[in-house]
């Protein structure tokens, strides 16, 4: 089953804006991910945010966490046609412990638009 | 430094053909993951390992058997395909368990007929 549904499912904006993503999931987690995924390219690991940290940024990322509301939010700033890609959110439930994988929503489609 | 790397890239089977996917990572990571991508659904995970000879179920396992028999590859078979294992099949690994970064494959494009 799907964990994690990204909002919106495609999103499209001009050079030097800033994209917003949005991600919602069902159970407690231990940590939430991003990941990017190029057309025709492997999953690239963006940012890990825990479930005791409210916010995280790393470059032009920038990642927030509530725990309460089950949500993430994903923002790229100044946005680039380089950042043209597909974004998925990925949890890891705190229940079970193990290494049972990561929950992925089904993605945000960015085009950024020269 | 190749990372994971999948082979082979693109592969078209008949229905009730069977087949090996493999995956290789010089990461030296513990845990290895297959998962399967498909239109509108994201990735789900088909099966995984935490250490070299082991091998453990994920969210969608039924068609498909795997092995670790060396740190580094972990193999994923399909003993007789069927149409709707028409997928992208990705490889990963992590360090440790999956509360880790996961360093992913570019992945088998697989298409059964």
């Known amino acids: 089953s799907q964990q994690g549904e990204e909002d919106p499912q495609a999103l499209s904006i001009q050079e030097g804006e800033n994209a917003t993503m949005n991600c919602s999931y069902k159970?407690?987690?231990?940590?939430l991910q991003w990941y990017r995924q190029n057309s025709g390219r492997g999953l690239v690991h963006l940012i890990l945010?825990?479930?005791?940290?409210r916010e995280k940024h790393s470059g032009r990322l920038r990642v927030t966490l509530d725990t309460s509301k089950k949500s993430s939010s994903l923002l790229i700033t100044a946005s680039r046609a380089a950042d043209t890609a597909s974004y998925f959110c990925?949890?890891?439930?705190?229940?079970?412990?193990?290494?049972?994988?990561?929950?992925f929503g089904k993605g945000t489609h960015l085009i950024i638009q020269p | 430094n190749a990372g994971v790397t999948q082979t082979p890239k693109f592969r078209v089977l008949k229905t009730g053909q069977s087949m090996t996917l493999l995956c290789a990572q010089d990461?030296?990571?513990?845990?290895m993951y297959w998962y399967r991508q498909d239109p509108g659904m994201g990735l789900r995970l088909i099966h995984y390992?935490?250490?070299?000879?082991?091998?453990a179920k994920g969210e969608v396992p039924d068609g498909y058997n795997v092995s670790r028999l060396k740190k580094q590859n972990f193999l994923l078979g399909l003993e007789s395909a069927a149409p709707s294992q028409t997928s992208v099949y990705f490889c990963?690994?992590?360090?440790?368990?999956?509360?880790?970064?996961?360093?992913f494959g570019d992945g088998t494009r697989l298409s059964i007929l």
């Open positions: 990963a690994s992590s360090q440790h368990r999956s509360h880790q970064p996961q360093h």
């Open positions: 390992s935490v250490g070299e000879g082991t091998t």
């Open positions: 945010i825990r479930s005791n940290e």
């Open positions: 990925a949890t890891v439930a705190l229940s079970g412990g193990g290494a049972d994988g990561l929950t």
């Open positions: 990461m030296n990571h513990e845990y």
């Open positions: 159970t407690s987690i231990n940590n």
